[in-house]
């Protein structure tokens, strides 16, 4: 269902036809700077389409081309995507899947260069893209909003919006690990560094990733698997009792945390504070079975009451 989907948006992006191509006078701006470019959009069917060489320098992309094959692979982080011209077939990889994408005409070469719909390719990647006028504004995927508290504002709204959505729209810097569950229960465990919300570690399971807020994407840049053992999940993490790991590990000694694990109809929700010396002091609990509240007590806020907040520049 997920490929079917994302092959009938793609070609609605894509719908052009046999048709003359006719350039015209549109500035493109990714995240407020116009794209310099020696050639221009043009537009078929009311479509715009770019250079990709041009846009995807503006993503910061790369593309390298077979001339062979007359394919471009457009890579970022660890997503890849494949156009080949006179094909209406095209292939991505994405958080470690192989999918395709059907368009409902081949990609095409005017004047020597690659077309894409800039549509397809900024969203493919996270991009919010509107119009106005004879201008397209290729932007964060954060609202104005949202990207004020996560640099600026309270600390416990900022950390409420990264659990919200940081694991939901992560990109990997590297290929994602296998995710795997051998302990009975679930659990998912967030861990701040103190005065932080813009990077954190998620333990899920068996499975520990760090995510930081990079020009305002969430992207996972370490993971490792926490093997089953006599103790629990933070306290091997933090005795560095972890296999498989991928990327480069930050050196984070104190941190806020938030848990919630349980088991079937029964949910037991924790936070608090571990120190340097990795002391867990627990500030809040409330446990929850079979929907009713069955004990609660300290406070579940996202923030301890003495923790001052690091702004973070978003530059």
Same mark, same amino acid.
């Given at each position: ?9 793609? $070609? ?39 250079? *990709? ?20 692979? #457009? ?29 409902d005409v081949p990609l095409k070469i005017v004047n020597n ?21 004879? $201008? ?36 990997? $810097? ?51 698997? #926490? ?41 037991? *929700? ?9 002391? #867990? ?29 690091? #702004?973070?520049?978003?530059?």
């Amino acid at each position: 269902m997920k490929k079917l989907v994302f092959a009938v948006a793609a $070609a609605s992006l894509l719908a052009v036809s046999a048709t003359s191509y006719a350039a015209v006078p549109v500035k493109i701006f990714v995240e407020d700077k116009q794209i310099q470019s020696d050639v221009a959009p043009i537009v078929e069917n009311g479509r715009l389409l770019v250079p *990709i060489r041009a846009m995807t320098d503006s993503l910061g992309a790369s593309v390298s081309w077979d001339q062979a094959s007359k394919t471009a692979t #457009i890579r970022k982080w660890s997503e890849t995507v494949k156009l080949t011209a006179g094909k209406n077939t095209s292939y991505y990889e994405k958080e470690g899947r192989s999918n395709q994408l059907t368009f409902d005409v081949p990609l095409k070469i005017v004047n020597n260069r690659l077309y894409v719909p800039l549509r397809f390719l900024s969203q493919f990647f996270g991009y919010q893209v509107a119009t106005s006028g004879d $201008a397209v504004f290729v932007n964060s995927p954060l609202s104005q909003n949202e990207r004020d508290i996560l640099y600026r504002g309270d600390l416990a709204q900022a950390r409420r919006i990264v659990m919200d959505n940081g694991p939901k729209t992560a990109h990997f $810097a590297q290929k994602p690990i296998a995710y795997t569950h051998e302990r009975e229960g679930f659990e998912t465990t967030f861990l701040f560094p103190i005065g932080e919300s813009n990077r954190f570690f998620l333990i899920s399971d068996d499975t520990v990733s760090f995510y930081e807020l990079q020009d305002d994407f969430f992207v996972v840049t370490w993971q490792a698997h #926490i093997p089953v053992g006599q103790k629990g999940t933070v306290e091997l993490f933090l005795e560095n009792k972890v296999t498989n790991a991928t990327g480069s590990k930050p050196e984070i000694k104190e941190f806020f945390f938030y848990r919630t694990g349980g088991l079937v109809t029964s949910t037991n *929700i924790t936070t608090g504070t571990i120190d340097s010396d990795g002391k #867990i002091t627990v500030v809040g609990v409330k446990r929850i079975v079979g929907g009713e509240v069955k004990e609660e007590s300290g406070s579940l806020a996202l923030k301890s009451s003495d923790e001052k907040r690091t #702004i973070t520049s978003n530059s």
